[in-house]
T-cell receptor, first 112, second 117 residues
């Protein structure tokens, strides 16, 4: 079945450094790739997304890149801050269907 | 953005009892809602897809007789954990998409923490 693999499972960076999280998907029909941030005890919230007709998207300190040929996409956070500490989930969706497949999550620690 | 609420936010029940969790889309309609289970420090595990007016679609390994789903209206889906056992203790989250918009974002409820004693 469809699968999304996410790496690393845990990432620790120093404040101000960059963080990169990578995901690979299996369903070639996937055309929408969101990233969610979940703080402890709270609901996941969308932080950025990208559609398959775009290779890169940026929103302030957050950027996402997509390589459809290789079926992988990445989240880049620059100038990390302690408040970026959370669990990040990548996901893939075929917008012709309805089921979003989530990665296993990456626990990001930003050390002050 | 669109808002999804969930009730209760936490519940403690005794083994053998049933617990109902409600998921509501507050400002949009959703023919499809999703129920997830999340263990501590783990990912979101899709349990089932709730379909308004029809039977839910359960993921492999999820007991449909244990986790009853009802989607009676375009804004409400309920998950009932029947004959709860301590191993059912978990964080349950629902989500929905605003199907009336061109946005594919999933909006999550705040979750329900179930503890079975």
């Amino acid at each position: 079945g469809e699968n999304v693999e996410q790496h690393p499972s845990t990432l620790s960076v120093q404040e101000g450094d960059s963080a990169v999280i990578k995901c690979t998907y299996s369903d070639s029909a996937s055309n929408y790739f969101p990233w969610y941030k979940q703080e402890l005890g709270k609901r996941p919230q969308l932080i950025i997304d990208i559609r398959s007709n775009v290779g890169e998207k940026k929103d302030q300190r957050i950027a996402v890149t997509l390589n459809k040929t290789a079926k992988h996409f990445s989240l880049h956070i620059t100038e990390t801050q302690p408040e970026d500490s959370a669990v990040y989930f990548c996901a893939a969706l075929n917008t012709g269907g309805f089921k979003t497949i989530f990665g296993a999550g990456t626990r990001l620690f930003v050390k002050a | 953005g669109a808002v999804v609420s969930q009730h209760p936010s936490w519940v403690i029940c005794k083994s053998g009892t049933s617990v109902k969790i409600e998921c509501r889309s507050l400002d949009f309609q959703a023919t499809t809602m999703f129920w997830y289970r999340q263990f501590p420090k783990k990912s979101l595990m899709l349990m089932a897809t709730s379909n308004e007016g029809s039977k839910a679609t359960y993921e492999q390994g999820v007991e449909k007789d244990k986790f009853l789903i009802n989607h009676a209206s375009l804004t409400l889906s309920t998950l009932t954990v029947t004959s709860a056992h301590p191993e059912d203790s978990s964080f349950y989250i629902c989500s929905a998409r605003d199907e009336g918009s061109a946005v594919y974002e999933q909006y999550f409820g705040p979750g329900t923490r179930l503890t079975v004693t």
